[in-house]
T-cell receptor, first 110, second 113 residues
Framework: DAGVTQSPTHLIKTRGQQVTLRCSPI?????VSWYQQVLGQGPQFIFQ???????GRGNFPDRFSARQFPNYSSELNVNALLLGDSALYLC?????????FGAGTRLSVL | QKEVEQNSGPLSVPEGAIASLNCTYS??????FFWYRQYSGKSPELIMS??SNGDKEDGRFTAQLNKASQYVSLLIRDSQPSDSATYLC???WGSGNTGKLIFGQGTTLQVKP
């Protein structure tokens, strides 16, 4: 079975631009979570969605938004990019026994 | 502020030794605890989960949980150079929901041949 898939793998943007990251969970998993990992730090929780509803939001500004589709895939949107948004963005799905992470999208903001 | 604390290391052990990784957490409501391994440039990989006080063993790995002391540890026996990675401790945010985890900053383990 395929694991969590994310696209794109790498992305380069300039300050002020907008970006959309995509994620498909493991088949059968209805929960999708998004995390941001800055170099040298642990992942930081951004959003969780379950059955298309937001179940939680971390301490991130309103420039960050997400949604989940009927097939349980998800998108993370970040508007008005800042240099500090440069990070590895991780999507994870869960069956209730811990998180399975995708390979991540590495975003560089110049 | 919910926090998970880990010593960033690096922790250096010789091949074949026992590596001991420690983690403390601040939220007494947390019910689920996880250890992830992350190789450089890769995403985290779940290696152990523990939900009850005591020890849980899986191959060369043993997770230990003490909720009264708010302490989680991971022991790696017979450490191998391939175990060299960053180990992330993660704690569930509140009770039950394991989709929201708080991660420590990770401990870098170096296993010297």
């Amino acid at each position: 079975d395929a694991g969590v898939t994310q696209s794109p793998t790498h992305l380069i943007k300039t300050r002020g631009q907008q970006v959309t990251l995509r994620c498909s969970p493991i088949s059968g998993h209805k929960s999708v979570s998004w995390y941001q990992q800055v170099l040298g730090q642990g992942p930081q929780f951004i959003f969780q969605y379950y059955e298309k509803e937001e179940r939680g939001r971390g301490n991130f500004p309103d420039r960050f938004s997400a949604r989940q589709f009927p097939n349980y895939s998800s998108e993370l949107n970040v508007n008005a990019l800042l240099l500090g948004d440069s990070a590895l963005y991780l999507c994870a799905s869960s069956s209730g026994q811990g998180l399975d992470f995708g390979a991540g999208t590495r975003l560089s903001v110049l | 502020q919910k926090e998970v604390e880990q010593n960033s290391g690096p922790l250096s052990v010789p091949e074949g030794a026992i590596a001991s990784l420690n983690c403390t957490y601040s939220d007494r409501v947390s019910q689920s605890f996880f250890w992830y391994r992350q190789y450089s440039g890769k995403s985290p990989e779940l290696i152990m989960s523990i939900y009850s006080n005591g020890d849980k063993e899986d191959g060369r790995f043993t997770a230990q949980l003490n909720k009264a002391s708010q302490y989680v540890s991971l022991l790696i026996r017979d450490s191998q150079p391939s175990d060299s990675a960053t180990y992330l401790c993660a704690v569930s945010w509140g009770s039950g929901n394991t989709g929201k985890l708080i991660f420590g900053q990770g401990t870098t383990l170096q296993v010297k041949p």
